[in-house]
Every structure is written in C-alpha cells, then in structure tokens.
C-alpha cells in the first residue's frame, strides 16, 4: 500500500520539483567546490536547518550543488502550503531524503512557524533519514530546533566558470548596451560591485540590468549657452617674423597703438564699413 501511495505522488512530486528547479537550473552557474565542500560539512548530521541566506536564488542554487537532487523535494513555501498533505505524504513514505523549502519576503512569520513545527515533527519521529532544509532571507527570526547556518554572497565562492559567465552578461549601461566586463575594467575590487542583487539580476533570464541611465535633458528648461574663446598674445610675438602667420586680426587698440608694436615693413590695416585703409610701417 505504502509503494503503492508512493508511486501514485511520484509525478505530482516531480513535477512541482521541476517548476521550482527549472530556472535555476537553466542559469548554468556553479559555485565552487571548496564552497560547495563547506556548506557540506555544516549541513551533515543536522536533520533540521534554518538556512538563512542574502541571495536566496543564488543559495537555492548552491544547494543544489552540494545535495543528491534525486534525493530533494525542493519547493516554494507556497507549493508546500498548497499541496502540503501530499507533499508531506511523498517525503514521509518515499525515498527522498531531503525536504528543501525556498520562503521569500512573502512568506508570514506565523505560517512558517506552524509549518515548520510540523515538518520538525517528522524528523523527530524514527524515520531518521529524512531531512529539512528551512531556506530564508536573513531578516527572518530563527526558528526553533532548526540548526541556523548563515550564508553570505561573495562573488569569489562562485567557480571560475561563472565568474566569467557573469562577467561577459550585457547589461545596460548609460543606455548602451555592454558586457559588464568592460564596465568593471576600470574597478579595483569586483567583489564589492558584483554583489547578491546584482548578480542575480544578471543570471536571472529577462531581467535587464541598468547601470547609470542617460541623462534626459529638459529643453523647457535648458538655458542656452555661447562660449567665447579669448586668446592673450605677448606683444613681443609680433616683433618676430619667423612665429607669425602671414595675416593677424587684431581687436581692441587704435591704428597708431598697433603701429608701435608690429615689426617695420608690415602692413597694418584698418576696416571700415565701406572700405579698408592700409598703412605700412
């Protein structure tokens, strides 16, 4: 009978695993072994864990790096709510070992207090196989008889791989398009830029990243401006030939006042609205 319930729940189980799963699959990023190794090592031997994260799609994703996933119900809290007797029915008769539950700020602290007591229940009973997982953001009080285990984002503990996957992601920026690369060229320290909410606007497929938005200039309101080029010349630069062009436009000083200042045999004219007078020094 148990076999039986078991085989029944199996595709209904799937495949609320494969809605919850498929996007965070289909981004390709991998975190690295050693942080894959670390998170290991503190998951073992806790039947209960409240695992508080600042990526929660970042973190959902190294789980399933670190886990068998053939042995993981991993859903939404709102999955479990919805199908909660079933869900629990598969986990407690079947062969997953694993019990993964994704709540995002949506989620009220009262029904996932409810919800956990209840999953606690069945880790306690002599089914020591099965395990939960309790995956939040880390403003989310700890829960009790969960074993808390914080994870903070850092662009490093992701693989080379990924690193450069996000690296080369286009973005917007200044309202053109470019590979976060180019943007970061500059920075000495890529860590603090690519953080957890970057990083998974990035990875996350139809989400369009902007970064420094073009200024939108109001013309109503825009006060036009003239600029004026004033160049200052030594008078002595007038003494020598060999510096000068063949032709200098002067402004501001009488005929007689350039005449003292121009090199003898130069020819010093002066315009007039209907005619030009020349003078030869």
Known sequence: MQRATTEHLNPFVTGLIKTCTTKLVGTGIKFADSEVSRLQAELSNNPAVHLRSDALTLCSILLLDCLDTSKCIFVTFESLQNN?????CAWFKGDWEWLIVSCDSTVQP????????????????????????????CSVQRIGNFVPIEHEF?????????????????????????????????????????????????????TTVNIGGRLHVNTENYVHRTLYLNIYLELGVLRNPESCPDIFVVSGMTNQELLNIVPTGECVGEEFEDETRYTVK
């Open 84 to 88: 909660k007797v079933m869900l629990l």
């Open 154 to 206: 850092k662009f490093e503990q992701l693989s080379k791989e990924s690193q450069e996957m996000v690296l080369d992601k286009t973005i917007d920026f200044q309202d053109c398009e470019v590979k976060m690369r180019s943007v970061l060229q500059q920075h000495g320290d890529v860590q603090h830029v690519l953080g957890p909410e970057l990083v998974t606007d990035v990875i996350t497929e139809g």
């Open 110 to 137: 009262s029904e996932l207090s409810d919800t956990c007591l209840k999953v606690s229940e069945i880790t306690k009973s002599n089914h020591s196989t099965k395990r939960v997982i309790i995956l939040t953001e």
